[in-house]
């Protein structure tokens, strides 16, 4: 089993940067694919960025792709999301989650989740 927990969220103005991290439990963290998901007021969770079990691979939401970046340590079991370029559209629960499958968006595809971490984006 894995236990995540999100920090790093906060208010920051159009054009800033924030840095995302999940924090994991357990000793099978490295056997998981990791992946970011958001989630605005009235709107569906959507699929953010993914990376593989190892760091090797990673993908993002066309949305998201150029502006942020997913990276993890397996050492220190944290998945980072760098974010940069920030619009207000960002805005939303931002989720970690960690799934058997790599390269899956399909939100029941993710077996462990955390509990959020809010960002909100001025212009």
């Known amino acids: 089993q894995v236990q995540l927990v999100e920090s790093g969220g906060g208010l920051v103005q159009a054009g800033g940067s924030l840095r995302l991290s999940c924090a994991a439990s357990g000793r099978t963290f490295s056997t998981y694919a990791m992946g970011w998901f958001r989630q605005a007021p009235g709107k569906e969770r959507e699929f953010v960025a993914a990376?593989?079990?190892?760091?090797?691979?990673?993908y993002y939401s066309a949305s998201v792709k150029g502006r942020f970046t997913i990276s993890r340590d397996n050492a220190k079991n944290t998945v980072v999301l760098q974010m940069t370029s920030l619009k207000p559209e960002d805005t939303a629960v931002y989720y970690c989650?960690?799934?058997?499958?790599?390269?899956?968006?399909?939100?029941?595809?993710?077996?462990?989740w955390g509990q959020g971490t809010q960002v909100t984006v001025s212009s």
């Open positions: 990376i593989s079990p190892g760091g090797g691979m990673t």
């Open positions: 989650a960690a799934s058997r499958t790599y390269g899956t968006e399909d939100i029941i595809s993710y077996n462990y």
